[in-house]
């Protein structure tokens, strides 16, 4: 089944305490993205990468790295996370955009930083 | 700045009713549009539109774009309560634009009582 996978799907964790959000997608797609939800404020996109090794910033890039050494994993890094990333992410995989095909998204990572 | 606004951003109606949600867009290169249907979790994927005129459709559910007036609407005819969700507005950009490769309107609310 084509699909994209996000692990945890929920974390309560602590200011400070570095973690990764993984997110692999069984489609071979060469372009995956991570994008965060709140409230009033929609989707945003924090980086995408459009095939390995190429990753660039999105809207929201403050605070988050990411890495792109495998084709099928796009994981999100918080290196110090803190109270105002606690959000709804949302990771999605798609051919190449210039193919025009639509976006798949994972069920979603809620992350509450304290 | 890039910018893609839908409105209404909330809406009430009862079953049966006729709706049409709207997105306007102020992008550079804008490549396509997308519009998709979010409940409990991840968005699903509705339509893409790349083209002025022409109108997509499936079963009640149909849009159509127009890129000189730099909008799409979305409309729902005969509505069901399955169909109360958040429907989101993103326009693709070729790659290189300003704010990543995708934007996101902050969606419509559509709440279809019985």
């Known amino acids: 089944e084509a699909q994209v996978t996000q692990n945890p799907r929920y974390l309560i964790t602590v200011t400070g305490k570095k973690l990764t959000v993984t997110c692999s997608q069984n489609m071979n797609h060469e372009y995956m993205s991570w994008y965060r939800q709140d409230p009033g404020l929609g989707l945003r996109q924090i980086y995408y990468?459009?095939?390995?090794?190429?990753?660039d910033k999105g809207d929201v890039p403050e605070g988050y790295k990411v890495s792109r050494k495998e084709k099928r994993n796009f994981p999100l890094i918080l290196e110090s996370p803190s109270p105002n990333q606690t959000s709804l992410y949302f990771c999605a995989s798609s051919p190449y955009p210039g193919w025009d095909q639509p976006q798949h998204f994972g069920d979603g990572t809620r992350l509450s930083i304290l | 700045e890039d910018k893609v606004v839908q409105s209404p951003l909330s809406l009430v109606v009862h079953e049966g009713d006729t709706v049409t949600l709207n997105c306007s867009y102020e992008?550079?290169?804008?490549?396509?549009l997308l519009w998709y249907k979010q409940e409990k979790k991840a968005p699903t994927f509705l339509f893409m539109l790349t083209s002025s005129g022409i109108e997509k459709k499936s079963g009640r559910l149909s849009s159509i774009l127009d890129k000189k007036e730099l909008f799409s609407i979305l409309n729902i005819t005969a509505t069901q309560t399955g169909d109360s969700a958040v429907y989101l507005c993103?326009?693709?950009?070729?790659?290189?634009?300003?704010?990543?490769?995708?934007?996101f309107g902050k969606g419509t609310k559509l709440s279809v009582k019985p």
């Open positions: 990468s459009m095939n390995v090794e190429v990753t």
């Open positions: 993103a326009v693709i950009m070729n790659y290189g634009g300003s704010q990543g490769n995708l934007i």
């Open positions: 992008v550079t290169n804008f490549r396509s």
